[in-house]
């Protein structure tokens, strides 16, 4: 795409096509303007192939309200639809609309509430509430899903491949599978959920981390149809990067070329007073190879040089590699943890792409429409009572137990504080007859998850570090129980309604069903 | 991000940080601008799911090449890349090399060669050919297989899911589910694999194609929570939208309330003289309700509306949802064909995530490097056989047999004809006894692959649009046996060296082992 198209692609028209007609739709009725409160949330975790996560992280906030205060609705926008045909060659949005988009078409009179960035979150829970002009709330839908979907499925993933590499050093690689410019989404929302760094250069520098990486195959390839082979090239690299020294050892035969090569060139860096940093592999059994080489690497006196892995890594391979160490590595005299203590992992491909669960179902629902002042929840029902979303303004809650553990979230009305329920009662949110009643001295603290992030367009909101992110990450894992957290298997964590909000919800579900039948 | 970030980010710099040390060493060693060769190609065919397919599209040059003319090294880039520290706190950059960098840090010295956007294509044939300055050509393989990988990808989907629902039309709805700010390449491969239209409005204004949309829940449910139901939302639309009122008719009841009112709608519309134009289903059993609904919509006097479905379309479940159709719509008396004819696809997730296979393994490996003048081969030995990369500098034919049908893709040495090869013999790239031998007459016609794109940098290529380039895949895949062409179990498509060609890897492969071994 050109520089000159791209501002359009990426500006306020980056929104379904049927955001725009129900815009107009809703200006043609005087709705436009009509306050309106959707929700965003996810309805289940993502499913690895059968294998259900436990928990989420939540990412891709920022993004979102930097593009909101960007973008907006200019005379070039306005004219690409104005010169839109509908099927009887007519023009498709009239000129009193395209006026008002002209002028009121910015996200300026929006306000928003969310659960930050790096937080834990589960299913059902709203993790962005839009309240603002019912127009421009509807267009948002499609730009808001796109960054907060994406960024959030990338975050969980990242979360569960560093908690199955065991809090090894874990590096993002993913830019070359990755979909196309959302390679640097996906590289923060990485950055955010679990990796310690990222080889991207760009997203790197622009987040304030040092990009990190080692060398390619074809730089040995190169050495070695100039004449010099492998040797020459880990020589070259030492000369150049001698306190950065860390070799790809797989190009000709890793354990009877580019092992004993790198060996060699580390003793020749060691002699000139330098610590070699260590190798990489990237084919063949990780397992293995990673026993191997700590055993020859140990040997020729680097015990501390790390083994970089690569090739198809996610949070089952590495599982797999890390179990087959645990049983290879005695074999050879070798504790598994000091062989484990050695790794790092390169992981591209299955953590930009979410392999096994390539999207996140995350949905934006009209829950509200204010008239004459008032607010009016909305609802949809639908045949699946687990689908119909939660009606009206809520307040999200997690209540932690007495071991400081997270043991629900809560949704309630806007009127109502749960620390003020004692005893409390935990609603399963489509099942009359299932409920928990929690004493008050079973619950150690009850936290409100919402954040003010926009009010009439105004920021009002302080965007954390992304340290300051994975800060939130690391302290709402500590507190997941290790049975939700889980990567096979998770117990199932408790999303909860008050008695209030059921009731409600309930009510609007038998009006609307007696509304269709008497239509 | 913010557009003050955007720039680094998109630019230059949106690489691997490797490619940036290795462009480095290069330098010190005096190899940065001698010319060398990388073919970019993948190694095998999607696989989603234990199924793999018969073929890919490929898409995404257009877009590379106006990267690379775009982004060059300024004095931002250069800055950041002087602030980087190595493991020692020393500047990881040295002055000389940035100062070569910010000079001629551009891609305009690159020669490029491809075969088309929207062709089918075969895994070892090389999709892309890069040559020139090997630092250069360097820097350049993470983007381009950015740029190219996940185009290609998308596109094969398209491709499938429009042979899959037997060229009804296919509408690409994924912005909401896709990759952040990749969902626009997404759209536009989408386009080039086989969506007619796409919902991404501002993608759409610049390809020159008409956005289609229908509308949301949402517009229902706000016309109910305001007391006017969902006969209310489909009148308001009918009278803003009187020539293009397609409703989707799942928020409450599809088949007691949504299609009964849609009809009454309808009749109104039809009353005015307009033609009403469908419904959307979006939920519950597709295959079903489409027999219902074709059976309601034409007793009520409207046989030709269009029936819309969405929701986690693909291949497989459109496939089964016409085998449904064909065992059910004769039951209600109807012909299957004439329901199917009217069906319309919106297919958003697993389009854009490519469902079941979310990457292309496609790999940019050096095939050579000048020395002195003289192009010398490269390669990289691998333990698989079929993982050695063709070496060389090599063109690509495709054979037709005398049904026209192509028979196999055959790569040869530069300076080889095989045209003027009788018998042609095509070697198995792995296997030295197998072989086919063809006869002259069983050749209808061999052609040449690759298109000159860059030429030294500069442009000798005209970029076709998304309609010619669709006009190539269309060619393309009639030109294939429906065997490989199949959605599962496809015949293996043949990709062949030359005897030549199949010499030259031999050869390189054991004086790599020998060269390796005398070390």
Redesign the interface.
Known sequence: ???S?RH????I??????????A???F??G?HEQP?Q?DHFFRSYPDYGGHKAGYCINA?LA?LV?WMR?VRFGPEEIE?LRS?????G?P?FADDFLQWLGREGTFEGLSLRAIPEGRVVHPDVPLTVVQGP?AMA?IL???L???L???SLIATKAARIRQAGRGQLLLE?G????????????A?AALIGGADFS????????LGF??????????V??F???GQ???GAFR??A???P??CLLLVD???TL??GIP?AIKVFEELKRKGHEP?GIRLD??DLAHLSVQAARMLSQAGFPKAQIVLSNQLDEFTLWQILSQIGQEAPQYGLEPDDVIERLVYGVG?RLI???GC?????V???V??Q?RGEW????????TPAKVPNPGDKRAWRIYDRRGKATADLLGTAEEDPRRMKPLRLQHPSEQETYRILDPKEISHIEALFCDILRDGRQVYDFPSIEQIRELRRKDLDRLDTGVRRLLNPHLYHVSLTGRLWDLKQDLIRS??E??AS?
Chains 1, 2 share one sequence.
């Open positions: 795409m050109k520089a198209e359009i692609a990426e500006g028209l980056f929104t379904d096509q049927y955001q725009l007609t129900m107009q739709l809703y043609r009725m709705m309106a959707f891709g993004w930097d960007e690409l839109q045909r509908g099927q009887a007519q498709l019912l509807q839908e499609s730009p899903l796109n960054h979907n994406y960024q690689f830019m070359r599978r990755g979909p196309a410019q959302g390679a640097n989404a996906g923060r080889s991207n250069a760009g997203m790197s520098h622009v040092s990009p990190k990486g080692t060398h390619a195959h074809s730089m390839q190169a070695m149809a100039l082979g492998e040797l070259a690299y000369e150049v990067y306190d950065d190009t000709m035969d009877d070329s090569n940093l084919s063949g491909t792409t979410s392999e390539p999207a996140l179902d995350g934006y629902k009209l509200g429409v008239a009016i929840p909305a609802i949809k029902v639908s045949e609307a069903q509304g269709a239509e």
